[in-house]
């Protein structure tokens, strides 16, 4: 009984190994047919790129405009002062992981803030005072104040 087993065994092995040299073989002519054709990938279109956001894309950085995530947008735009003070309502906030975001009262766009950036602390709809910093991950709000 264990020696037809084995047998069994040795034949499902054979069976596979021949099965991968096909595959392969297949695969072969598939690219010596598409070099002989001319329908090659380009350098180019084999690129593929990573977004603001973590995810792949085929479009390199220029040629985005805007971001595909989802969640709460938030402002990455590094063109503004960042050392001047702004104020700003929070507009979201999760206590339990300490984060949210504050949307500035002049321009309406929001900003990453976290509780450790600040010793008091916050909630939704509080009004605060904040600077804007580049952090790792884009901009988010620093030396913030609480004004009511």
């Known amino acids: 009984m264990g020696r037809s ?8 092995k054979e069976k596979k190994r021949l099965q991968k040299r096909r595959e392969k073989e ?3 002519e598939e690219r010596k047919q598409a070099a002989a054709t001319g329908t090659k990938k380009t350098f180019e ?11 792949l894309t085929d479009l390199p950085p220029d040629a985005r405009t805007s971001s595909t995530g989802s969640g709460p947008k938030v402002h990455r735009d590094t063109s ?5 003070v702004k104020t700003g309502k929070v507009v979201f ?4 992981k300490g984060y949210g975001f504050v949307e ?7 900003v990453f803030v976290h509780q450790n950036s600040t010793p008091v ?4 709809n509080d009004i605060l005072e904040f600077t804007v910093v580049k952090g790792a991950k ?3 709000a620093s030396s913030i104040k609480k004004i009511n």
């Open 5 to 12: 087993q084995e047998t069994f065994n040795k034949k499902e």
């Open 121 to 124: 602390a916050i909630k939704m």
């Open 26 to 28: 297949e695969k072969k």
């Open 104 to 110: 500035d009262s002049k321009n309406g766009k929001r």
């Open 138 to 140: 884009g901009l988010q």
């Open 93 to 96: 906030f999760d206590a339990a």
């Open 80 to 84: 503004e002062n960042p050392s001047s």
């Open 45 to 55: 279109e084999m690129l593929a790129y990573v977004d603001e956001d973590g995810n």
